[in-house]
Nanobody, 125 residues
Framework: QVQLVESGGGLVQAGGSLRLSCAAS????????MGWFRQAPGKEREFVAA????????GYADSVKGRFTIFRDKTKNTVYLQMNSLKPEDTAVYYC??????????????????WGQGTQVTVSS
């Protein structure tokens, strides 16, 4: 059974920081790409950041570039999203996902086949 469990969400003031974690279990994910997506109320799920299996290649949405950093610890089967300089428009449920049939990251949510349950991030102005 594959499981992805996110943690680290919460309420923070604008300009603050949060670090999200996504712990994977049930399989060795070190060979797979992983990504973070988010969904705000009334909006479609959107790409935030992703990382390839080695950690040597990452991608970001333009809206978070320079503020968010994705990285992984393969020994812990965990991927992280460090979020700095948070803005109210970053408020959303954040989901991590794994792409088991591809080692390279992708911006399309339909390229990922396992998803976590999501963690709420709320940024107050």
């Amino acid at each position: 059974q594959v499981q992805l469990v996110e943690s680290g969400g919460g309420l923070v003031q604008a300009g603050g920081s949060l670090r999200l974690s996504c712990a994977a279990s049930g399989r060795t994910f070190s060979s797979y790409a992983m990504g973070w997506f988010r969904q705000a109320p009334g909006k479609e799920r959107e790409f935030v950041a992703a990382i390839n299996w080695s950690g040597g290649s990452t991608g970001y949405a333009d809206s978070v570039k320079g503020r968010f950093t994705i990285f992984r610890d393969k020994t812990k089967n965990t991927v992280y999203l460090q979020m700095n300089s948070l803005k109210p428009e970053d408020t959303a449920v954040y989901y991590c996902a794994v792409r088991t049939y591809g080692s390279t990251w992708n911006k399309r949510s339909d390229e990922y086949d396992y998803w976590g349950q999501g963690t709420q991030v709320t940024v107050s102005s």
